[in-house]
């Protein structure tokens, strides 16, 4: 009853409107009561929205379509290689109130994937890398995603895979994949303006810089008996070289060069740092990030966690 109103008082304010502006008093009169009208009408479409576009922007996800692959992934053994994973995936577009909704036929939960990245950087002398950190952040206007906030590790994205509409970078390389696997690897890994740099762009753009970039490791995180999804990122190792060793300004500028989605700085990591701590948001830590972290200061080759697990290494091919 309410919203049938606030529709005929709406109508009758634009008639109104209307009628008057024939007889205006004068141009800046008219001007104002058009500016009036518009933020009425606003208003307006914005309340009669429907729930579900309230509920936050669709997200383009990976989901595998394929048990085997799945069930290699979450039991830890005889790991697909990246290409069999990628090909094993199909991309759709979701909004958060809708991941853990199955979306393939047959399965009845979701296993999300895709590549992700942790960045070091080293100079002549250093006895270890430094390695970069983010702080992901809320979005005004969107649901709290808890996944999404703290200091994170992996710079993550997924990717546009045999969508119908157009050709994306990960289309092109895994057709390359299958004729050319050689050059396939060397394609997917060259940073600045590799496959993988292209598909991680949308969500975090690298500096136009040179690096190194190699496979590291594989973490999945488990959580279908509570929310019917499971998680799995092909973490690579980006590494940038300085010639020197870099000044405060050497890093301000560097540092500046990345830009993440939201806005999000990109910092230096301690150089002493405890996992569970530094990564800990409320009173739980991110799962994935801290098996990674863990992989990378201790050198272990499998570590689990809290329904996750981080295995070092992996084929591409």
Request: with cysteine; hydrophobic share 40%.
């Given at each position: 009853?309410?919203?049938?109103?606030?529709?005929?008082?709406?109508?009758?304010?634009?008639?109104?409107?209307?009628?008057?502006?024939v007889?205006?008093?004068?141009?800046?009169?008219?001007?104002?009561?058009?500016?009036?009208?518009?933020?009425?009408?606003?208003?307006e479409?914005?309340?009669?929205?429907?729930?579900?576009?309230?509920?936050?922007?669709?997200?383009?996800?990976?989901?595998?379509?394929?048990?085997?692959?799945?069930?290699?992934l979450?039991?830890?053994?005889?790991?697909?290689?990246?290409?069999?994973?990628?090909?094993?995936?199909?991309?759709c577009?979701?909004?958060?109130?809708?991941?853990?909704l199955?979306?393939?036929s047959?399965?009845n939960?979701?296993?999300?994937?895709?590549?992700?990245?942790?960045?070091?950087?080293?100079?002549?002398?250093?006895?270890?890398?430094?390695?970069?950190?983010?702080?992901?952040v809320?979005?005004?206007?969107?649901?709290?995603?808890?996944?999404?906030?703290?200091?994170s590790?992996?710079?993550?994205?997924?990717?546009?895979?045999?969508?119908?509409?157009?050709?994306?970078?990960?289309?092109?390389?895994?057709?390359?994949?299958?004729?050319?696997?050689?050059?396939?690897?060397?394609?997917?890994l060259?940073?600045?303006a590799?496959?993988?740099?292209?598909?991680?762009?949308?969500?975090v753009?690298?500096p136009?810089?040179?690096?190194?970039?190699?496979?590291?490791?594989?973490?999945?995180?488990?959580?279908?008996?509570?929310?019917?999804?499971?998680?799995?990122?092909?973490?690579f190792?980006?590494?940038?070289r300085?010639?020197?060793?870099?000044?405060?300004?050497?890093?301000?500028?560097?540092?500046?060069?990345?830009?993440?989605q939201?806005?999000?700085?990109?910092?230096?990591?301690p150089d002493?740092?405890?996992?569970?701590?530094?990564?800990?948001?409320?009173?739980?830590?991110?799962?994935?990030?801290y098996?990674?972290?863990?992989?990378?200061?201790?050198?272990?080759?499998?570590?689990?966690?809290?329904?996750?697990?981080y295995?070092?290494?992996?084929a591409?091919?």
């Amino acid at each position: 009853m309410r919203k049938n109103l606030s529709k005929v008082l709406t109508v009758l304010a634009l008639v109104g409107t209307l009628a008057w502006l024939v007889t205006a008093p004068s141009l800046e009169a008219g001007v104002a009561v058009i500016v009036s009208l518009s933020a009425l009408l606003t208003l307006e479409f914005r309340s009669a929205r429907p729930a579900k576009e309230q509920s936050g922007k669709a997200d383009i996800k990976n989901v595998i379509h394929d048990h085997d692959v799945s069930s290699r992934l979450l039991r830890g053994e005889d790991l697909p290689a990246f290409h069999e994973c990628v090909r094993s995936s199909s991309t759709c577009n979701l909004p958060p109130a809708r991941k853990s909704l199955v979306q393939v036929s047959g399965f009845n939960y979701n296993h999300f994937i895709g590549p992700s990245v942790v960045i070091a950087v080293t100079w002549p002398g250093t006895v270890k890398p430094v390695r970069l950190f983010y702080s992901r952040v809320e979005v005004p206007g969107e649901p709290v995603n808890i996944l999404r906030k703290g200091r994170s590790i992996l710079f993550h994205a997924s990717y546009e895979y045999n969508v119908t509409r157009k050709t994306a970078p990960m289309d092109d390389w895994s057709a390359s994949a299958s004729r050319e696997p050689d050059r396939a690897i060397a394609d997917l890994l060259r940073i600045p303006a590799g496959t993988l740099a292209q598909v991680l762009a949308y969500k975090v753009a690298l500096p136009d810089r040179r690096g190194t970039c190699r496979p590291l490791g594989i973490v999945t995180r488990d959580v279908r008996k509570e929310e019917q999804r499971a998680f799995t990122q092909y973490v690579f190792e980006i590494i940038y070289r300085f010639d020197i060793t870099p000044g405060v300004e050497d890093w301000r500028e560097f540092l500046g060069e990345f830009r993440v989605q939201h806005g999000s700085a990109v910092c230096r990591l301690p150089d002493s740092v405890e996992p569970v701590d530094f990564l800990k948001k409320s009173e739980d830590v991110k799962v994935m990030d801290y098996l990674v972290l863990r992989g990378l200061l201790n050198d272990e080759a499998s570590i689990s966690h809290e329904r996750g697990r981080y295995t070092r290494g992996f084929a591409i091919m």
